[in-house]
């Protein structure tokens, strides 16, 4: 055992992810955020390493109902907060307002490119263009703060904008409905319970 006092407790692991408690009682380092479940396993699943196939499942489904759903724009709230989430959970900072906003300003300009060339065929976008192109200028916007995190951010982006579904959809489709379900908090479990007794 150490001889020296504890500083840290590590606790509520999953996979290469955890949360770190701070025996001094003084918040503000940057380790100390308390990252929401949701947070937390998205954390999980950067840290596990990925098969580029894996991330294509969702555009395999999609093809495979025929459907042609329109991808999430830029400036789609959705969008922000989705960025905002995977930044928060990567970087382990609350405040990453101003990296959120570069990268949905990227997302900007690929989408207005796309506009003026309007490139078509597989692995196109209809709104950011090939996908190679995408997935060069997000892992450039994003390599100086994420380092090898980059380019699984950039594909998880894709996969999400692609999809054109809502963050609880998306994470429900990624992990599963049970597993999406029981990440989410009280209040969110409350707020979709009363939603659905309103549907009916």
Not at 95 to 105: L, P, R, T
Not at 180 to 196: G, M, P, Y
């Amino acid at each position: 055992m150490c001889k020296r006092p504890y500083t840290h407790i590590v606790y509520d692991c999953i996979g290469r992810s955890y949360r770190l408690l701070s025996t001094s009682g003084q918040p503000g380092s940057d380790s100390d955020m308390a990252l929401t479940a949701q947070q937390r396993r998205r954390r999980a699943l950067y840290m596990t390493p990925q098969q580029p196939a894996d991330t294509d499942d969702e555009q395999a489904q999609a093809a495979a109902t025929g459907r042609r759903v329109q991808p999430r724009a830029p400036s789609s709230p959705q969008t922000s907060e989705w960025v905002t989430r995977e930044l928060q959970a990567l970087l382990l900072e609350d405040d990453v307002d101003v990296i959120a906003q570069h990268v949905v300003g990227v997302l900007q300009g690929l989408a207005n490119r796309q506009k003026q060339s309007r490139c078509k065929g597989p692995g196109t976008s209809p709104v950011y263009g090939p996908q190679p192109a995408f997935l060069a200028g997000i892992v450039q916007a994003v390599q100086s703060f994420l380092d090898e995190h980059a380019a699984a951010f950039a594909r998880q982006l894709w996969c999400f904008l692609e999809s054109g579904l809502s963050i609880s959809a998306h994470d429900a489709l990624v992990f599963g409905a049970e597993d999406a379900a029981s990440s989410l908090s009280d209040d969110e479990q409350a707020r979709h319970t009363e939603a659905a007794g309103d549907s009916s």
